[in-house]
């Protein structure tokens, strides 16, 4: 259990149609350099209480990437998305208040859409290194690569390196769906666990032929 808690990540993102363009290439990214994502998604449970899953989640893993990039409302009468910040206050308190000295090591990345927005609506953390993504899934890849550079795990493919191969990945996936019948909503609607399996097929695949 303490190995899986060095190498989990937990993701805490929107979980919306359009930010599935960036969740792919997130959970892409992190399989890519060696770490496991621990996401909300990865299990469904009607009977399970969300916050109890979460909780659960965030005590599991060392390492944490929050995407802040949804917390402004985008139409009018539209809610602003409060799960995230939430969820982010709920790790960044397991690294404070737990009694567990482990939770001390817990690393997070704070990820936003537009530069210093999240000052606006989440104040006390302006003193934060908060990167920038701009929505651009490439930007997000490299962010979240060199924050694990800069943590310390060396000998990680670049940025661009690994945006490629997301690329290449992708296609290879959605041509081997689409022989098997599945549809463009198929694939956008994939449970992540069944796209986690893909990623790692195709990892470790490309992992054995490197090696020949």
Not at 71 to 84: A, F, P, Q
Not at 128 to 138: A, N
Request: glycine share 4%.
């Amino acid at each position: 259990m303490e190995d899986q808690f060095s190498h989990n990540v937990f993701i805490n993102c929107p979980f919306d149609d359009e930010y599935r363009e960036l969740l792919c290439p997130l959970l892409f990214t992190v399989l890519y350099c060696g770490f496991t994502p621990r996401i909300a998604l990865e299990r469904f449970d009607s009977a399970e209480v969300r916050i109890e899953k979460i909780r659960q989640l965030i005590e599991e893993s060392v390492f944490s990437i929050h995407d802040l990039s949804k917390v402004k409302s985008s139409k009018k009468n539209e809610y602003y998305r409060l799960n995230m910040p939430f969820e982010f206050g709920l790790d960044l308190g397991c690294k404070l208040y737990n009694p567990d000295k482990k939770y001390k090591n817990k690393k997070s990345l704070i990820i936003e859409k537009e530069r210093y927005a999240y000052q606006k609506a989440l104040s006390d953390i302006s003193n934060s290194d908060v990167k920038c993504h701009k929505g651009e899934p490439e930007d997000l890849i490299i962010e979240v690569r060199n924050w694990f550079s800069e943590l310390g795990f060396k000998n990680l493919d670049s940025g661009s390196s690994i945006w490629d191969d997301y690329n290449f990945f992708y296609t290879d996936f959605y041509d081997e769906m689409v022989k098997k019948g599945f549809k463009d909503k198929d694939i956008q609607k994939m449970p992540i666990p069944e796209f986690l399996d893909h990623i790692e097929l195709w990892l470790s695949k490309k992992k054995k032929s490197s090696k020949k």
